[in-house]
């Protein structure tokens, strides 16, 4: 039985980048295209099979523990990113200062989209082409916010705060291929079923004063 359902909601890359360094500078480096590999976006300093551990997962692991690469790509909305830009004074927030992978179009609430929902990119002859699987919602380090404020004076400092639930997602990639500015990709989602008994866990003391 099929578990992941095509969806009408269709995307547009309208940006493309990767970051080199993160020791040198949280910035992408634009690009026209993309080459993503098992361990994801060529040239991309997050790639890789493995990474360490880090704040996304604090509760999971110490930091620093290595863990599978779920995070090999950002990828934003450009109707999120507007909506961010708008309510930090800006006309605009180029996707370089968030570090972004892609930048995406045409799919409400973007940032929303059920983690392992997969971006399925068209084919000239309509065939599938790269896949990239969403793992879970990107969090609005303040980072970014640090880095908007160097060009922006008084304006980054409340980016934590105003992209929160808009900052778009992490992926990585589970079919090779290029993906260039341009292309189009289709929203395939998992069944949406909510888990009635998830609460948060209690430590052993907790739990043994009731």
């Known amino acids: 039985m099929a578990i992941l359902t095509p969806t009408?909601?269709?995307?547009?890359?309208?940006?493309?980048?990767?970051v080199r360094d993160r020791a040198v500078t949280l910035e992408s480096a634009p690009r026209d295209s993309l080459s993503l590999g098992?361990?994801?976006?060529?040239?991309?300093?997050?790639?890789?099979?493995t990474r360490p551990s880090c704040s996304r997962v604090k509760l999971q692991y110490p930091r620093g523990t290595e863990i599978r690469n779920a995070r090999q790509l950002s990828i934003l909305s450009a109707e999120?990113?507007?909506?961010?830009a708008a309510d930090l004074g800006l006309e605009t927030l180029p996707p370089a200062w968030t570090g972004a992978n892609m930048v995406v179009e045409g799919a409400p609430d973007f940032t929303q989209a059920?983690?392992?929902?997969?971006?399925?990119?068209e084919t000239e002859g309509g065939g599938p082409g790269a896949s990239l699987a969403i793992d879970m919602e990107n969090g609005p380090c303040r980072f970014v916010g640090e880095t908007i404020?160097?060009?922006?004076?008084?304006?980054?400092?409340?980016?934590?705060?105003?992209a929160a639930g808009r900052r778009g997602v992490t992926a990585w990639?589970?079919?090779?291929?290029?993906?260039?500015?341009?292309d189009v990709a289709r929203l395939h989602?998992?069944?949406q079923r909510v888990w009635p008994h998830a609460r948060p866990a209690r430590s052993p003391r907790e739990a043994a004063a009731g």
């Open 114 to 121: 059920p983690p392992a929902s997969r971006l399925i990119f």
């Open 173 to 182: 990639v589970e079919k090779t291929g290029v993906v260039a500015l341009g």
């Open 149 to 162: 404020e160097k060009h922006r004076p008084g304006h980054g400092s409340a980016f934590p705060r105003v």
């Open 38 to 49: 098992w361990d994801g976006p060529e040239g991309e300093c997050h790639g890789g099979l």
């Open 189 to 191: 989602v998992p069944p």
């Open 8 to 18: 009408d909601v269709t995307v547009r890359v309208t940006w493309l980048g990767v």
């Open 80 to 84: 999120e990113l507007a909506a961010i």
